[in-house]
């Protein structure tokens, strides 16, 4: 099992930033990808990026890419999301996930509030 822990949420005003972090546990050598998604209220969850946990390829939804950076910490067992120049459709509440061949595994959720 994988647990992983969520932190960073908060309210900010429109073109703002935020970084969020997710610390993993437990069998982390079963992990191939880290990365978030997000769910708005009334909305499906999304896809919003990820990161591979053993090289360099990280992949960003079209409506974050260019204000929201995804990197990691393997030391830490890490993963961050910084978010900038955050809008108001990126209020959602955000969820650390990862996969692997063991199964996917979902944090908790943390509330990202855009507003002024």
């Known amino acids: 099992q994988v647990q992983l822990v969520e932190s960073g949420g908060g309210l900010v005003q429109p073109g703002g930033s935020l970084r969020l972090s997710c610390a993993a546990s437990?069998?982390?050598?079963?992990?191939?990808?880290m990365g978030w998604f997000r769910q708005a209220p009334g909305k499906d969850r999304e896809f919003v990026g990820h990161i591979m946990w053993n090289g360099d390829n990280i992949y960003y939804a079209n409506s974050v890419k260019g204000r929201f950076t995804i990197s990691r910490d393997n030391a830490k067992n890490t993963v961050y999301l910084q978010m900038n120049s955050l809008k108001p459709e990126d209020t959602a509440v955000y969820y650390c996930?990862?996969?692997?061949?063991?199964?996917?595994?979902w944090g908790q959720g943390t509330q990202v509030t855009v507003s002024s």
């Open positions: 996930h990862a996969a692997g061949p063991r199964g996917r595994y």
């Open positions: 437990g069998i982390i050598f079963s992990i191939n990808v």
